[in-house]
């Protein structure tokens, strides 16, 4: 969750979930548990194709149930985020436990679940591209580097970036939105997604990454 306005580098694409059919925090904590590598079709360049994205298979439930999941969810993950002021040890151990607790939920499934592809709820975008001879606005950019351990956008660790003439309302990052790595060196990132939270000033991702 950014707090702020900005776009992302073009490594990456945004996923926004369309809300009369998904909790987009369902969506995420969904996309966590998917494994990228599978769907890299060219390993000596590794990234993900829309195409192959948008035929992910994501079980649905009806919304009241995904809201439901998504607080027991989000309980488990506070367990995450207060283990950072402890040994790293334990902060491992407890990810270890949320990631598990979050396979059980997806595989354990009940009455009214659906099977739908992601493009069918959710729309693509990719990240937009700029120069250090770029002219125009400046705006706070997630780049790949931000993905690192983390589920939510790092509000406090973007970098300022200067674009050519100004960002577009398509390009700009909202509250809620999946950001998701679509190419990186480390093949080990791709796929991995983060949420964008309240956004306060410009932000935009970068092309390796996707806005879903």
């Known amino acids: 969750m950014l707090g702020v306005d900005g776009f992302v580098s ?3 694409a945004t ?4 809300e009369t059919k998904v ?3 369902f969506l995420l904590y969904f996309l966590t548990t998917v494994s990228a590598q599978d769907m890299i079709q060219d390993h000596a360049y590794p990234s993900l194709n829309l195409p192959v994205i948008s035929e ?3 079980p649905l439930p009806p919304l009241p149930e995904q809201q439901r999941i998504v607080g027991i969810l989000d309980e488990a993950f506070e367990g995450v ?3 950072k002021t402890n040994a790293e040890k334990n902060i491992q151990n407890v990810r270890a436990l949320f990631e ?3 396979q059980s939920v997806f595989t354990q499934r009940g009455k009214g679940w659906v099977e739908k592809p992601l493009g069918s709820i959710a729309n693509f975008r990719n990240g937009i591209n700029y120069t250090k001879d770029s002219k125009g606005e400046s705006i706070k950019i997630v780049g790949v580097r931000n993905f690192q351990k983390n589920y939510f956008a790092p509000l406090d660790d973007l970098d300022t970036v200067t674009i050519d003439g100004e ?3 398509l390009d700009s990052l909202k509250q809620d939105d999946i950001l998701s790595v679509r190419s990186n060196g480390n093949i080990e990132l791709i796929g991995r997604c983060i949420l964008v939270g309240e956004v306060e000033e410009k932000v935009s991702h970068s092309p390796p990454c ?3």
């Open 15 to 18: 996923i926004v979930g369309d």
């Open 81 to 83: 985020a207060t283990a």
């Open 167 to 169: 960002l577009s309302e």
């Open 210 to 212: 996707q806005h879903v």
């Open 10 to 12: 073009s490594h990456l």
């Open 23 to 25: 909790d987009r925090r």
């Open 56 to 58: 992910i298979s994501v």
């Open 100 to 102: 598990s607790h979050l």
